[in-house]
């Protein structure tokens, strides 16, 4: 059975740090790129950070470019968004997904999601 399952979400103050793992399971980890994404109720799902086995690429958009940063424990079969300097605009459920290969841009090109973890992040 193919699982993805976050962890680390919760509430922290503005400038505040968080570190979201995602464990996965079910699947050839080596083979997949592992995204992350958020969503905010009102608000479309958004790209946070992406990482690829295959090319050691990894993606950032402007909006989390020098906060966040994703790592990949592939012994583990984890990937890790650690988030610092938080901003209440960071506020929302965060997912972890696989695409086979290579990082996409488009969510609709992922094969398998978590089931999400919520951050909060205060003023």
């Known amino acids: 059975e193919v699982q993805l399952v976050e962890s680390g979400g919760g509430l922290v103050q503005a400038g505040g740090s968080l570190r979201l793992s995602c464990a996965a399971s079910g699947f050839t980890f080596d083979d997949y790129a592992i995204g992350w994404f958020r969503q905010a109720p009102g608000k479309e799902r958004e790209g946070v950070s992406c990482i690829s086995s295959k090319d050691g690429r990894t993606y950032y958009p402007d909006s989390v470019k020098g906060r966040f940063t994703i790592s990949s424990d592939n012994a583990k079969n984890t990937v890790y968004l650690q988030m610092n300097s938080l901003k209440p605009e960071d506020t929302a459920v965060y997912y972890c997904?696989?695409?086979?290969?290579?990082?996409?841009?488009?969510?609709?090109?992922?094969?398998?999601w978590g089931q999400g973890t919520q951050v909060t992040v205060s003023s």
């Open positions: 997904a696989a695409v086979r290969s290579y990082c996409a841009r488009d969510y609709g090109w992922y094969d398998y």
